[in-house]
């Protein structure tokens, strides 16, 4: 006989299975809407070292680490053509920068960060009332770029169209790796590899989402602006992304992080005073944040 007890175990392992075996669309880029708001906590930490060497003695090392938090309040202004906020408002509660172990406050709360992917670069984000520095505009950039309108979208980069479930992986889709970072770095497509993968259920805001992660991993890589009188020599790329998917459609939440770390070795250009000279620079970055839509 069956004892009960064996009994419930089988039936905890079907439903396990069932509840395993869900499938869900997948849309990684939240669906934005004029209007919507949301209460936003993002942070990024970048860490930056470059050593010059002459015929393999070190002349110069420098390292800078930097911290930027911001936390306040985002509305969406207006939407590319694939529906992606182009323009939005950021009003402050707390915008910091630590440096050198020195903290500084950015914006005072209250202020409102205009941006808008349509302009020209220098226009991108401005303060509503008053002048930004340079300063603070990098600042925002690290932890909050503007979305240029009618670009890649993360669901085309690393999304798919398929229903997926935890355990799932796919590719993705590396040429559009290639556009997308072309502005900063060119990458051979045939030297990269990696995946998309939903690895665990999880929630955000009180809703269950998908842990979805996608690693990139690529060699031969170089700067597409790299430092004038110097040639590439090489490069490596590795970052791995995390977005929690919300199993519910109309589900606004979202939470997610990146990790980046990157290489470059460049070569002072032969019959050059420079040509015994290598540079080397690594750069580390981390960002993470949490979106919370506003309720009226």
């Not at 990098?138 to 669901?155: E, Q």
């Not at 990269?192 to 060699?219: F, H, P, Q, W, Y």
């Not at 960002?287 to 009226?296: K, Q």
């Amino acid at each position: 006989m069956r004892t009960p007890l064996l009994g419930s175990i089988v039936l905890t392992l079907i439903v396990a299975n069932n509840v395993h075996a869900q499938k869900y669309p997948i849309r990684i880029s939240s669906p934005d809407r004029v209007g919507e708001k949301y209460s936003l906590s993002v942070s990024g930490s970048r860490l930056q070292k470059t050593t010059a060497t002459q015929n393999g003695r070190i002349i110069r090392s420098q390292s800078e680490e930097t911290k930027v938090i911001f936390q306040g309040r985002q509305e969406t202004l207006a939407l590319d053509g694939k529906g992606q906020a182009v323009r939005e408002s950021f009003t402050v509660e707390k915008f910091t920068r630590t440096e050198g172990g020195v903290t500084t406050t950015l914006l005072k709360p209250g202020s409102v960060v205009l941006t808008d992917g349509s302009q020209e670069e220098q226009f991108q984000i401005v303060l509503k009332e008053g002048v930004m520095d340079d300063f603070s505009r990098a600042a925002f950039s690290m932890v909050l770029p503007p979305h240029k309108p009618g670009t890649l979208t993360d669901d085309e980069i690393y999304g798919t169209k398929e229903l997926k479930g935890v355990g799932d992986s796919w590719p993705f889709n590396r040429a559009a790796v290639v556009v997308d970072l072309k502005g900063s770095m060119v990458i051979p497509s045939e030297r990269m590899n990696g995946m998309s993968s939903i690895v665990s259920r999880d929630t955000v805001g009180g809703d269950e989402c998908l842990n979805l992660v996608t690693e990139v991993k690529a060699d031969g890589v170089w700067l597409t602006h790299g430092p004038a009188g110097f040639v590439p020599d090489s490069g490596t790329l590795r970052s791995a992304f995390q977005v929690c998917i919300p199993t519910n459609a109309a589900s606004l939440s979202r939470k997610g992080s990146a990790e980046v770390s990157s290489l470059f070795r460049v070569k002072g250009t032969p019959g050059t005073p420079a040509e015994s000279i290598t540079l080397e620079t690594s750069v580390s970055q981390k960002n993470e944040f949490v979106a919370l839509p506003v309720r009226p």
